[in-house]
């Protein structure tokens, strides 16, 4: 397949109102992932592979996905909603260049897999001008039929317009095609609107194809992997496929769950070997935790980097930003944001670290809070290799806290801390003439001067 050029056309104009949303449906995630984004990052790519996206007018939210997960992708917009037919004409400037296949696809199928696009590829090459995705439906109530003679799709019948005989039929359309593309263009504009809606359904390319003299063909495949999503209660059954099949891909790159079912991961999450995750952990996007890590029950991971034999949690939360080295640990109710951690540094217990750089082997005493935002700002905590912070422990940013240091504690660090220097514990008077004066230069240094 790969001599063979293509080009993807994903639909994904559609408003989603039973979503009942001001999203448009495509953006909805799962996963961790916009529905389109799964779709986007599935359909073929590389050299000799084009892909299209027709998204509805003043869907700018969708234009910039597409941007941001397939830079190479043009877009399309569709101004009147005229049925499926007329969505992927809609992109008929990139259908006329010519690619020997073009896949249809739909924005809202996101379990639908790389490895589908090639099979409905695959029938093209051997002279079929159609091939048409279908799956056995455990209810096929409201799908249409895909008719068969032989080893040739005759027909799509709709749910609607089929006969008793028709209906009792589980073979269903699933939407998705694969056309010649030498002749596509030619196909899906003979496509009429003579039907009660007067729109033009892709379905009918079949009665072209076979008014043409030409071969269309059905490949299966899981009803899981094309069910598209028209409400919430479908995005969560579509949720729950997709984290089976999730876990299920963990579990046989050899990664222990504890528990599987009650794991929340993520479509990009990366493992390395001998990996641990106990139960009711929540792994969001751009998390990647290394070789031996152990990921500890209730803990909450988003844009994370874990090292090799690091420890998280339990009732750890890791948010945006933050890196573990080998061997840190991370340990009950610490939160952590905008944070290097490097090899070995403890944070045991009741810690907010934010906007901090932590040299290895160092300690976090329990209870110890990096003070980053001061009403206006954000400011960033260093702190050395080597140094010891007391539990209770105020770092007010932005401050250094030397390699070797130690800060007793209870203490509340306002300055600078050199290396090796001991910084015992304040007086309460003491500490509020430094919050006072601290608060009051801040509050100095960002007022801004009144209009007028």
């Known amino acids: 397949m790969t001599a063979r050029t293509s080009l993807t056309i994903v639909l994904a104009a559609g408003e989603g109102t039973r979503m009942r949303s001001r999203m448009p449906k495509v953006l909805h995630p799962v996963a961790g992932q916009s529905l389109l984004a799964h779709v986007l990052a599935a359909a073929p790519k590389g050299e000799g592979s084009a892909l299209a ?173 094309v069910r598209g999503i028209n409400t919430k209660a479908q995005l969560a059954e579509t949720e729950q496929a997709m984290q089976t099949r999730l876990r299920q891909a963990a579990l046989d790159a050899g990664v ?19 990996v641990t995750i106990e139960p009711f952990v929540v792994i969001g996007p751009g998390v990647s935790i290394a070789d031996g890590a152990v990921i500890h029950a209730f803990s909450h991971i988003v844009q994370a980097s874990i090292g090799k034999n690091a420890s998280v949690g339990p009732y750890a939360r890791l948010r945006p930003g933050t890196s573990l080295g080998e061997g840190a640990k991370i340990g009950n109710f610490v939160e952590t944001k905008a944070a290097v951690l490097e090899a070995g540094v403890k944070v045991n217990h009741l810690s907010y670290i934010g906007d901090t750089q932590i040299g290895a082997g160092a300690n976090i005493g329990a209870g110890t809070i990096t003070c980053n935002y001061d009403g206006f700002d954000k400011h960033k905590t260093t702190i050395g290799a080597g140094a010891f912070v007391g539990s209770n422990s105020s770092l007010v940013a932005p401050v250094k806290i030397g390699a070797g240091a130690f800060i007793g504690s209870g203490s509340v660090i306002t300055q600078d801390i050199p290396d090796d220097a001991l910084a015992l514990e304040r007086s309460q008077q003491t500490v509020r003439e430094g919050w006072a004066t601290h608060f009051r230069e801040t509050k100095s240094r960002n007022r801004k001067p009144k209009a007028g």
């Open 53 to 225: 996206v027709v998204i509805g007018p003043d869907h700018q939210a969708v234009a910039d996905e597409v941007r941001r997960m397939r830079p190479d992708a043009e877009t399309f917009v569709q101004q009147d909603r005229l049925g499926t037919a007329h969505a992927v004409l809609a992109a008929r400037q990139a259908i006329a260049r010519g690619a020997d296949d073009l896949l249809i696809a739909f924005g809202d199928t996101p379990l639908i897999s790389a490895a589908t696009f090639e099979r409905l590829r695959a029938p093209l090459q051997d002279g079929a001008a159609l091939a048409v995705l279908g799956f056995r439906a455990a209810d096929p109530t409201g799908y249409g039929r895909l008719l068969i003679d032989g080893d040739q799709l005759v027909a799509i019948r709709e749910h609607a317009d089929a006969s008793p005989e028709e209906r009792a039929v589980t073979l269903c359309n699933a939407g998705v095609m694969a056309f010649d593309g030498r002749r596509a263009l030619e196909i899906v504009e003979k496509i009429g609107n003579a039907n009660r809606k007067n729109e033009y359904y892709l379905t009918d390319a079949v009665a072209v194809v076979r008014e043409l003299g030409l071969k269309a063909i059905v490949i299966e495949t899981g009803e899981d992997e």
């Open 256 to 274: 222990t769950l504890i528990a599987p079912e009650t794991v929340y991961l993520a479509a990009d999450t990366s493992f390395g070997s001998d």
